[in-house]
Nanobody, 128 residues
Framework: VQLQASGGGLVQTGGSLRLSCTAS????????IGWFRQAPGKEREAISC????????KYTDPVKGRFTISRDDARNTVALQMNSLQLEDTAVYSC??????????????????????WGQGTQVTVSS
């Protein structure tokens, strides 16, 4: 069972990146997925989440209106499209999976404590 975040890199202020969270060893169908980030010297910060159905998405204030989360269950991935990147977006980005099942298909949370699996992060660096 593994989650892997990918797609990070170096981008200039105002640019875009698309991150992917890929699962191996299990399918994401019954999982809510969250994206988090951690900048040097700072605590981990929630960014976004998406429900198993994809019908519910949430964003925290720092990224609202700039980032978009989506899921492609056929490819067993969840994407995070990041636009209008700013210097303060520089961080290691990680994804996490929470098993919620069919009864909570429209549920997701950005609380890190509820997630069961965490993936390796990917570095995003925004330069001026």
């Amino acid at each position: 069972v593994q989650l892997q975040a990918s797609g990070g890199g170096l981008v200039q202020t105002g640019g875009s990146l698309r991150l992917s969270c890929t699962a191996s060893g299990f399918t994401l169908d019954d999982y809510a997925i969250g994206w988090f980030r951690q900048a040097p010297g700072k605590e981990r910060e929630a960014i976004s989440c998406i429900s198993p159905s994809g019908a519910t998405t949430k964003y925290t204030d720092p990224v609202k209106g700039r980032f978009t989360i989506s899921r492609d269950d056929a490819r067993n991935t969840v994407a995070l499209q990041m636009n209008s990147l700013q210097l303060e977006d520089t961080a290691v980005y990680s994804c996490a999976a929470q098993l919620v099942g069919a009864v909570a298909a429209h549920y997701c949370s950005t609380l890190s404590d509820v997630f069961h699996y965490w993936g390796q992060g990917t570095q995003v660096t925004v330069s001026s």
